[in-house]
């Protein structure tokens, strides 16, 4: 049943190339690179102006993910929410606004309390799940189904990966129905070649993440550090951390360590740092907020992008990513955040797939 591998979670990792390609799988034009999600045209898709996200857990960082490719695709501001936090306060919610909520398992009950109430007050609700029928599902007026295939182990790897594939797709799916025009074909695609070159990544680096992880898996405390794109991976991958191998991990906005963590860097104290020259400008800031943890003497665990050397020289330790689109990346680098999860928890000896105190859905509050 686990094909091979030790633990669901080793297996369903190296699944992910075949469910982003399932996920892909009729949702692309192979000769207009053009994006279908929803079979007809929804007239009210064009008519919203504001957009909330709402999650928990590792759903949640997906959702971070997708407030750049929203924003940057729709043009339409987008505010991504916890649903624990979203259903007790009073959403400003209106007929134009689109609730789009996203869950694997479709039965996490805050996020199921926040779409009930996105409905109550008219908001137009689109639901991002894994589970065919489940409660979100069916009280969805529309459903965009990752196409994951089961995910067994607690910690959530391949329904993360193909929930923000999913919502990639439909930001640039709004933006052709807004424009009436696809805007981004290039982009899309690239999509179609993603599978094979996260395949290539997936091999290539496990060997590296392993040596890493045995080195550093004794640690007691992990910094991960990621600004833009990569900050909410950066979240992502210390919650794997703590899930799995029990470490204390917190994931931070690199720009944030002036005010108030950079008191933690120690030579005991080492910070993953994502840090990727496609990002821009803040990849130059992510350098420098490297170099003050170095002048502290922090050790430093590098993912970089192909090409981006400056920061290589800074780490004890580094991965190197291949150079893929600006949009590609949360997942390319999210991929050894989860394999390092992985390794340390099987080397700390933790029951990976079973993690105490933790349920696979979370249906009660
Ligand atoms: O089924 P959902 O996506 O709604 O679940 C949300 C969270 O409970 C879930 O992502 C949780 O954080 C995972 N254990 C993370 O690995």
Redesign the pocket.
Known sequence: EKGGFPHFMLKEIFEQPQAIQNTLLGRISLETFEIDLLQKEIDWLKEIVKIYVV???????AGLVGKFFLERFTQIPVEVEL?SEFRYREPLLHERCLFLG???????AD?LASLRLAKEKGAKVISIC??LGSS?ARESEIVLYTQAGPEIS????K??TT?VLMLLLLALYIQKIKKGLNQYPELIEKLLHLPVILQEFLDKSYPRVKEISKKWYQAKDFLYLGRNILYPIALEGA??LK??AYIHAEGYAAGEMKHGPIALIEESFPTIILAAKETGLVYEKTLSNAEEIKTRRGPLIGITTQGSEEVKRLCEDYLEVPQVPYEFLPIFYVVPLQLIAYEMAVLRGCDVDR?RN?A???TVE
């Open positions: 999650a928990c857990g590792t759903s949640y960082h649903a996203i869950s694997q398992s479709g039965e996490t996020t894994n589970v979100i607690v910690a959530s790897t329904a993360f929930q919650l794997k899930e799995i993690p933790l696979k859905s979370v």
